[in-house]
């Protein structure tokens, strides 16, 4: 077994160190479901994940996947941009959102001419950074090896990069002598009021 995690191994590492039963998460790229599964075991029955996806044939699979959970209830899958996230989540929950997930690429599996693109994914992240709670992650990993997808990692990176480093900590975990442009992790961090201070000292 490796001791180093892979990105996607290690973004739901993040997640798990804020993530609590009765919190609220969103995935963002429902995809085949894995990470929404994955935030449904971690809030409970008490709390509440929201997933996004513009395929139905990913909702499809997510829902598969899901049916091994004994109450569903507290999973929402919406079939629309991750840039809608705002307007989907109701104001009682966007003060306990503590993790947002994001897979971009491609459905694995799927048609790989849907892509996510720079365009949705930088305003969903936006979005993400406003709503997220004091001390919750947002977890971004980019695949760079397919058309378009090293564009849109430049700019998410470039994204997190001029983050408000007073209200985030935003940092980079890859691979670097793995072949075929493996993807990399971004780890984005909404700081607490003690924690700013510490930044600021």
């Known amino acids: 077994m490796a001791t180093l995690a892979r990105p996607l191994e290690m973004a739901q590492e993040l997640v798990a160190r804020v993530l609590r039963p009765g919190d609220t ?5 429902v995809g085949n479901g894995h990470d929404t599964l994955f935030l449904a075991h971690r809030v409970g029955a008490a709390g509440k994940v929201y997933g996004f996806d513009i395929q139905q044939a ?3 699979a997510a829902r598969r996947r899901l ?3 004994e109450d569903i209830d507290n999973i929402v899958l919406l079939q629309q941009s991750h840039e809608s996230m705002a ?6 929950r966007q003060e306990r959102l503590r993790a947002v997930m994001f897979n971009l690429g491609y459905l694995p599996g799927g048609d790989k001419s849907i892509i996510t693109r720079p365009a949705s994914s ?3 992240l936006a979005a993400a950074a406003d709503l997220l709670a004091p001390d919750g992650i947002i977890s ?3 695949y760079t ?3 378009g997808g090293a564009a849109e990692a430049r700019a998410v990176a470039g994204w997190a990069g001029q983050l408000d480093r007073r209200r985030y900590r935003a940092a980079r975990y890859d691979c670097i002598n793995e072949p075929n442009n493996p993807p990399f992790l971004l ?7 003690d924690n700013r201070a510490d930044e600021e000292s």
């Not at 998460?25 to 790229?29: F, L, S």
């Not at 780890?187 to 009021?193: F, G, K, P, V």
């Open 58 to 60: 990913a909702l499809a």
């Open 67 to 69: 049916a091994e959970l």
């Open 145 to 147: 090896g397919h058309p």
């Open 140 to 142: 971004i990993v980019a």
């Open 187 to 193: 780890a984005i961090e909404r700081l607490a009021a």
């Open 122 to 124: 930088l305003a969903a």
């Open 25 to 29: 998460a969103i995935d963002a790229t």
């Open 87 to 92: 307007a989907q989540l109701p104001a009682g």
